[in-house]
């Protein structure tokens, strides 16, 4: 199968990576001439996975249109906020992308102002395109070297193509599940970055392991109730996509957002922190545009607010902790 991956982060390479190992023909898109260039002289990302060899048979492409010419399936891997103009970038080449069945997302997020999904966006963006999304505890690092991991692939309706792509991503390292609740994926993994920022704090305060197990337990209970709130299924919260994702990157020491919130809870300020950042961290923004769709709906979700009051109220981490212990008891 002839895939493309367009945006070439830590996730987008060691998929490459992967898909590469499977035997089927693959390019990596970066975003910047000059990364692209770089890459293919380098056969190494050394900004967002170093430490891999990019074999040869991996083509790095620098323009969308020649590499979407015989895709069967364009892999977006870009930030949720780079979604929409990257869509319109695969928009504006649909007519001569003559094989394409099939475009995947691998961002995690809402887009900002909207509240809109990343299925929505390229609803929105890609009329007429078959989307599925990828998600799950997928550390890029360990994905690129073959460590075991398992991923759900969200879509809306399975297909005979659908199968043939799940059987496509999966090897005996790498095991795909279908869910056809993509609502509830895609909630879970831009959730379980909030929640991740709040256990990095729970490291950085060093609270202990009770505290920290507790925190993680009552955050699934509050994603569950958050995302049924929203229309997605509650089950599909105790799968990869949620409770999975939440526990790998509440615990990961590779978790971006768990390490900002380590930072945080021993004392670093954000602004600071995301001061000339070439990475991402998903879970800072997911935290704002959440938290002021909690409010329009008026859905309880009380670590989430403390977290939004840590990263954009001032709160420092040890408060919110105090103020979540103290709230009236009830019954689990």
């Given at each position: ?13 060691a ?5 590469l ?9 970066p975003?910047?001439?000059?990364m692209?260039?770089?890459i ?11 430490g891999?060899?990019l ?13 979407m ?17 990257l ?9 001569s992308?003559?094989?394409l069945?099939l ?5 995690k ?5 909207t ?16 989307h ?29 193509f ?10 005996p390292?790498l ?49 569950i ?13 105790f ?17 971006r ?7 945080l ?12 950042r ?24 009380p ?23 103290l709230?009236d008891?009830?019954?689990?």
């Open positions: 199968m002839n895939f493309c991956l367009l945006g070439a982060g830590a996730w987008g390479t998929m490459a990576l992967h898909l190992k499977k035997g089927h023909s693959v390019t990596l898109v975003r910047r001439m000059e692209a260039l770089e293919s002289t380098a056969r190494e990302n050394r900004d967002y996975l170093p891999f060899v074999p040869e048979n991996l083509q790095i492409g620098f323009e969308i249109r020649p590499v010419m015989e895709a069967d399936v364009a892999v977006l891997a870009c930030p949720s906020q780079g979604l929409r103009n869509c319109r970038a695969v928009n504006g080449v649909r007519q992308s003559h094989a069945k475009v995947i997302t691998l961002c997020g809402l887009e900002q102002k509240f809109l999904r990343p299925s929505e966006v390229v609803r929105d963006s890609l009329p007429g395109i078959s599925a999304v990828l998600s799950g505890p997928s550390n890029a690092a360990e994905v690129a070297r073959g460590n075991p991991t398992a991923l759900t692939l969200g879509v809306e309706a399975l297909s005979g659908v199968r043939q792509v799940q059987s496509a991503l999966s090897s390292n095991r795909v599940y279908t869910c056809e609740d993509v609502k509830g994926v895609e909630l879970g993994g831009c959730l379980k970055n909030i929640y991740a920022i709040g256990c990095g704090c729970a490291d950085g305060l060093r609270i202990g392991d009770n505290g920290k197990a507790a925190l993680i337990t009552r955050s699934l209970s509050e994603m109730r958050l995302g049924a709130s929203l229309g997605a299924d509650a089950k599909t919260f799968g990869l996509s949620g409770f999975g994702d939440l526990v790998a990157t509440c615990n990961g020491a590779w978790s957002n768990r390490t900002l919130g380590q930072q809870g021993e004392g670093s300020k954000l602004e600071d922190l995301m001061r000339h070439k990475t991402v961290v998903e879970g800072v923004l997911a935290t704002r545009v959440f938290h002021e769709l909690c409010q329009k709906q008026d859905i309880e979700a670590i989430l607010n403390q977290i939004y009051q840590i990263l954009f109220g001032g709160l420092p981490p040890r408060n919110a902790i105090e103020a979540l212990m709230r008891l009830k019954s689990e």
